[in-house]
């Protein structure tokens, strides 16, 4: 009796083991994808630099924003477009900001606004891989980089104000 009820415990741990391994990893896609991907960031004419394997970031500088970094990741089939506006530690939850991002997903087409797993607040647009051309791609990294800007304009009344620092006597 017990042999039997070991043999159903070790196959469930193997399989949440498996499966916790395979939500752990890294973003995948073909090498054609990934050379796809590179030609459409050589295509845009703008800088770009690999963060990790299908990751690459443009880096933009807004009016309000100095420094965007619209992060390219290609997975599977897609491709993943995202640029953090403000950082967990920048701005306070409030209703009123919640209500405001709503709001500003209602004003973007294909444009998601929201807050991730960790906190931070982000842009992003997802793309299917196999339809995206460099005409396609330059234009939605641009639009993810004029976003975040825009946004992190409407949002400016919500972020935390930065600590005063003291002067060393």
Same mark, same amino acid.
């Given at each position: 009796?017990? =042999?039997?009820?070991?043999?159903?415990?070790?196959?469930?741990?193997?399989?949440?083991?498996?499966?916790?391994?395979?939500?752990?990893?890294?973003?995948?896609?073909?090498?054609?994808?990934?050379?796809?991907?590179?030609?459409?960031?050589?295509?845009?004419?703008?800088?770009?630099?690999?963060?990790?394997? $299908?990751?690459?970031?443009?880096?933009?500088?807004? $009016?309000?924003?100095? !420094?965007?970094?619209?992060?390219?990741?290609?997975?599977?089939?897609?491709?993943?477009?995202?640029?953090?506006?403000?950082? =967990?530690?920048?701005?306070?939850?409030?209703?009123?900001?919640?209500?405001?991002?709503? /709001?500003?997903?209602? !004003?973007?087409? /294909?444009?998601?606004?929201?807050? !991730?797993?960790?906190?931070?607040?982000?842009? /992003?647009?997802?793309?299917?891989?196999?339809?995206?051309?460099?005409?396609?791609?330059?234009? $939605?990294?641009?639009?993810?980089?004029?976003?975040?800007?825009?946004?992190?304009?409407?949002?400016?009344?919500?972020?935390?104000?930065?600590?005063?620092?003291?002067?060393?006597?």
């Amino acid at each position: 009796m017990k =042999k039997p009820l070991l043999m159903i415990v070790s196959f469930a741990l193997f399989i949440l083991l498996t499966v916790t391994a395979a939500a752990q990893e890294k973003p995948k896609i073909d090498k054609a994808s990934a050379t796809k991907i590179v030609q459409m960031l050589e295509d845009s004419g703008h800088t770009y630099g690999k963060s990790a394997d $299908n990751v690459w970031v443009v880096k933009f500088r807004g $009016n309000t924003l100095d !420094d965007i970094g619209v992060i390219t990741i290609g997975h599977e089939n897609m491709l993943i477009m995202v640029a953090v506006i403000a950082e =967990k530690k920048d701005f306070k939850a409030t209703p009123e900001l919640m209500m405001k991002l709503l /709001r500003l997903n209602d !004003d973007y087409d /294909r444009l998601k606004v929201g807050i !991730d797993k960790d906190g931070d607040m982000f842009v /992003r647009i997802d793309l299917s891989l196999r339809v995206t051309d460099s005409e396609e791609f330059k234009l $939605n990294v641009e639009q993810i980089s004029a976003a975040a800007d825009e946004i992190a304009t409407a949002i400016k009344p919500f972020m935390v104000a930065a600590p005063i620092k003291k002067p060393v006597k």
